[in-house]
């Protein structure tokens, strides 16, 4: 068996050369906070060919440059006008537990170290300082912070090496969603995808982002449709402390999780009035506001967002704004339904084989020629989903190693798949008989091999009253002409 991650299954998907020799991701920032104009600009001098470098003069600025930009690493002076250093060091930690802060300071006292130890500094630097000291310290504290970043950036790089992630085809229609995935993962522009469910909306976007200078950064989805709608705001752009009853801390929402990376907006047409001028202001203005909060925060967000709905209609039945719908539709995406991509079904069902084969620890390779054939002529109402259902579900319950027509679910089967054999609940008595018994005798013709004189013997009936149903039910051995 192959490597996992290894995949030959027809994988179209254009390897991802290295996007950060052609496009470079977003730099870290530093925050130098010194009352010393001069202390700043020499700073500034030894940071700024690597990083981007943001000034304060006291505190007070500080925060709210801290409020207002991504801010990676403070080098913090120790001795500043109104707050000193370790009251503002302690109230960074309580705006960002996690956020790096290096203090600088003339004399090197004992007793300011283990305040700022307790407080959480990440170092020291003594004044007068020389580049030679500065920058691989400086250095050093921005690689923890991007491998703290790594780490779950190889999360997913792991989901997706163990198969999880792949995007599997090579239909015309899957062609095209690879071309435009490729294009795209180079810019910002916000994505729309559309398509039925099932069609792996999500797992294109993962997708893009893999593919993008932000692969290193947080891929964060969300679900409004999951949400309740008094909590939706502040799941998207999070609260202050104190925002409304039971907000006891301040909390991130998703756009500044995403921060540096993209965020997934999945549903999109579930978006209530009230959120989507939220989130239309969020998009033109890049930047958001904490519910509670005084001050907007900027954002370097790229969004993706996609629906199963049909935007169009929405804006003219007014239920979604068109303003919106401009903003989120840059570039248009659409995931085809798997239906009209039949040549993608075989490469799935060996992708889905292998994973779970894998997964269960069965060994299972194949489906039998009729079980192919009846996998390709299904209509697949459920796309990409059901399929991977059925596939887990036979691997899961087949004896041997090749999975027959007998272990797929009997839907499957019937002439009139698609998406009206979904519709049981409304069945009339005699329907529901007649199905049941256009089952069994599937069933039946399979084990006889389609054979109607031993079929009808097996079921006891007369061979003509086989055939009369036969021909009733346009039963016919699936890969064979109608
Ligand atoms: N081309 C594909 N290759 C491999 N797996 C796929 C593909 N498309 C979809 N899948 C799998 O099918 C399932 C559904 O995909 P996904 O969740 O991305 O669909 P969706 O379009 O977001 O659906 P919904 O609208 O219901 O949320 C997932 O388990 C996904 O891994
Ligand atoms: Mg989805």
Not at 187 to 197: K, Q, Y
Not at 208 to 217: A, F, K, L, T, V
């Amino acid at each position: 068996m192959d490597a996992p991650g290894d995949s030959h299954d027809g994988l179209l998907q254009p390897l991802p050369g290295d996007p950060s020799e052609t496009v470079r991701g977003p730099r870290s920032i530093v925050l130098v906070v010194d009352d010393d104009a001069g202390v700043r600009a020499s700073f500034r001098l030894i940071l700024e060919d690597e990083y981007d470098v943001l000034e304060a003069r006291d505190g007070v600025q500080a925060l709210e440059v801290l409020r207002a930009d991504p801010v990676d690493l403070v080098l913090l002076d120790v001795r500043l006008p109104g707050m000193d250093g370790l009251q503002v060091l302690a109230r960074i930690r309580a705006l960002d537990e996690r956020l790096d802060v290096i203090l600088v300071t003339a004399v090197k006292t004992v007793k300011t170290a283990v305040a700022a130890m307790k407080l959480g500094a990440l170092d020291y630097l003594t004044k007068p300082f020389d580049q030679e000291e500065v920058l691989p310290l400086i250095r050093r504290a921005i690689e923890k912070r991007t491998l703290e970043r790594e780490v779950v950036a190889l999360r997913s790089e792991l989901a997706r090496r163990q198969g999880a992630d792949a995007l599997v085809g090579q239909s015309p229609g899957m062609r095209k969603v690879f071309q435009v995935i490729e294009q795209v993962a180079r810019i910002t522009a916000t994505v729309l995808i559309t398509g039925e469910s099932g069609t792996g909306k999500e797992l294109i976007a993962r997708a893009i982002h893999r593919q993008s200078p932000r692969r290193d950064r947080p891929f964060v989805a969300v679900n409004p449709a999951a949400i309740a709608e008094t909590l939706l705001e502040s799941e998207l752009f999070g609260h202050e402390r104190g925002a409304f009853t039971g907000a006891y801390q301040r909390k991130l929402g998703k756009f500044e999780l995403a921060q540096g990376g993209t965020l997934f907006l999945d549903e999109i047409a579930t978006l209530r009035a009230e959120a989507q001028a939220k989130l239309l202001r969020a998009l033109q203005e890049r930047e958001i506001e904490r519910v509670g909060g005084t001050r907007s925060i900027k954002m370097d967000v790229r969004i993706i967002a996609a629906t199963n709905a049909d935007l169009r209609k929405a804006i003219a039945a007014g239920a979604f704004r068109g303003d919106l719908y401009y903003r989120l539709n840059v570039v248009p995406l659409v995931a085809p339904p798997l239906r009209e991509r039949p040549g993608d079904v075989p490469l799935l069902v060996t992708h889905f084989i292998r994973r779970y084969s894998r997964e269960f620890n069965k060994p299972v390779t194949a489906v039998s020629p009729e079980a192919q054939a009846a996998l390709e002529e299904y209509g697949w109402p459920g796309n990409v989903r059901e399929l991977q259902n059925v596939i887990e579900r036979s691997v899961a319950l087949v004896g041997g190693p090749v999975i027959q027509l007998r272990d797929l679910p009997l839907d499957l089967m019937l002439p009139d798949h698609g998406s009206r054999a979904r519709e049981t609940e409304s069945l009339s008595l005699q329907e529901a008989c007649e199905r049941f018994e256009r089952q069994i005798l599937l069933r039946v013709l399979e084990r006889a091999g389609w054979n109607h004189t031993e079929a009808a013997r097996l079921l006891g009936v007369h061979r003509n009253t086989l055939q009369q149903k036969v021909a009733k039910w346009s039963l016919r051995r699936p890969g064979s002409e109608p």
